[in-house]
């Protein structure tokens, strides 16, 4: 095992990697910019680094920077965390120069997955499968209507370098396709500095499936099973669950051995999720591969008992996974709310600034992680998560009434938070029948200034 890793990232996820880092006897190197002077995580670490200006580009995603701390820090390898250089196979490409392990899966790999084109043609090739499109990227107009004929109206053109819903068009005619086809490669190269798309049959009212997957370098590959992450607004995930009450054991079994497929056919090494979409008939599609641990990591630790950033920390120092498929048993039923620092009522507008109170619940079955204290500043300058609200429960009513108890004993004063937002989630009868799809937030709370429509 290494004896010192540095952590790229901040707030609640580097909290997190230091805790793991803690129980393995690691030593840490936490990194700062300048808005983060006061961040909690920078008294559980063993060392602080102060890595640039509060701006992203300048600190959290600067390359010098980070490759010089963590050579000014004496450690053997980075954690990256999620966002920020996650998935930047340059960056772990220079890790691995500098001798420095990355904490991730090897940059061939993050590329091969991180262009969607290519990671579909991957799926195909492994037997996964894919909705129905085109066979790599789309070149032009006419090969854009013939791919869409082919595969039926309405189509989704997508960025292959895209994600997170940007470089993204539906169209449902001929006319919208070349419109669409246009507007994302546009889009993709302003964003992504590559215009190449690729077009799928568009899957209406599905549901997000995502499947946690481990990989280590002696050929084993398990998958931890699902999480269901359907409550989605603008693509970004409010609630994550798991297992998914969507699917039957059945499909359980395909899911989890499509996902293993995959991550065999991408060499993954590591920890990684392989996401799905499942139609209301229950078929289900593979979209996208994320080549880091996610936020919602946490709902599959709490339903196996495994500790993810552990697993990934062994396995990058080159261990073997330490247990087996049949090894993975899940139990109970686990749900997570992300608390941001976000007004639901004004269109969900960042709300930084001083945290007046900060008192979290607890008690039987919640588990909070947060950076989050009575007396932090929030930066502007950084995304609005302040905290995950966890539960895990042996059923999945008893998760909900735990949750609503838990967000019920939750204080925060000062910005306002996404908690009212959960609570009526919760008790929306879509939800609580676990009938709701990626739809939902959409069609029930997108009404400005209000906290949605009734149940
Ligand atoms: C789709 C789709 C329907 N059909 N692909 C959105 C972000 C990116 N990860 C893929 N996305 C979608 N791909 C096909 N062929 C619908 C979405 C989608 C979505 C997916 C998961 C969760 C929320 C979503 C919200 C809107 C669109």
Redo the contacts with the bound molecule.
């Keep these: 095992m290494f004896g010192r890793v540095l952590i790229a990232n901040r707030g609640e996820i580097a909290q997190r990697i230091i805790r793991a880092c803690r129980e393995l006897g690691v030593e840490t190197v936490a990194v700062y910019s300048e808005a983060d002077a006061d961040a909690l995580y920078l008294r559980q670490a063993d060392e602080t680094i102060c890595i640039g200006p509060a701006a992203g580009g300048a600190s959290y995603l600067n390359i010098p920077a980070i490759i010089s701390a963590a050579e000014v820090g004496d450690v053997e390898a980075i954690h990256p965390g999620y966002g920020f250089l996650a998935e930047n196979a340059h960056f772990a490409e220079v890790c691995n120069e500098c001798r420095i392990h990355f904490i991730g899966p090897d940059p061939k790999t993050i590329a091969a997955v991180g262009n969607k084109a290519n990671a579909r043609a991957l799926a195909i090739e492994a037997d996964v499968p894919v909705?129905p499109g085109s066979d790599g990227p789309v070149a032009d107009e006419d090969q854009a209507s013939r791919v869409a004929r082919e595969t039926g109206y309405p189509v989704?053109i997508k960025a292959s370098s895209g994600?997170?819903?940007r470089g993204?068009r539906v169209a449902h005619n001929e006319p919208s396709l070349i419109n669409g086809f246009h507007a994302a490669r546009s889009e993709a190269l302003a964003a992504f500095g590559d215009d190449t798309v690729y077009i799928?049959?568009?899957?209406e009212n599905?549901r997000?499936i995502e499947v946690q997957i481990l990989g280590d370098r002696d050929g084993h590959v398990i998958h931890l099973g699902e999480r269901d992450c359907s409550v989605?607004r603008r693509?970004q995930k409010l609630i994550e669950e798991a297992p998914s009450h969507a699917i039957n054991a059945e499909q359980r079994l395909e899911l989890g051995a499509a996902a293993v497929r995959m991550a065999r056919a991408a060499g993954y090494h590591n920890a990684g999720t392989v996401?799905f979409?499942l139609d209301p008939g229950g078929a289900f599609y593979f979209?996208?591969v994320n080549a880091r641990i996610q936020v919602e990591h946490t709902v599959t630790e709490l339903v196996t008992g495994v500790d993810l950033i552990q697993q990934q920390l062994l396995l990058a120092s080159g261990e073997s996974l330490g247990f087996a498929q049949e090894d993975v048993v899940t139990r109970g039923h686990a749900i997570e709310c992300r608390i941001n620092a976000e007004d639901p009522t004004k269109n969900f507008q960042p709300s930084p600034g001083l945290v007046e109170t900060f008192v979290a619940p607890g008690g039987p079955g919640v588990r909070v992680d947060s950076h989050c204290y009575g007396g932090y500043r929030i930066p502007p300058n950084y995304d609005s998560m302040i905290g995950k609200l966890l539960v895990h429960r042996n059923t999945r009513p008893e998760a909900i009434r735990t949750m609503l108890r838990a967000l019920g004993e939750f204080v925060i004063e000062g910005p306002a938070t996404t908690i009212p937002i959960h609570r009526n989630v919760l008790a929306h009868t879509d939800f609580v029948r676990a009938t709701h799809d990626?739809g939902f937030m959409e069609r029930y709370f997108s009404q400005p200034g209000s906290l949605g429509v009734g149940s």
């Design positions: 909705v989704i994600g997170g819903g993204m799928e049959h568009f899957v599905p997000h989605q693509h996401e979409l979209i996208e990626t």
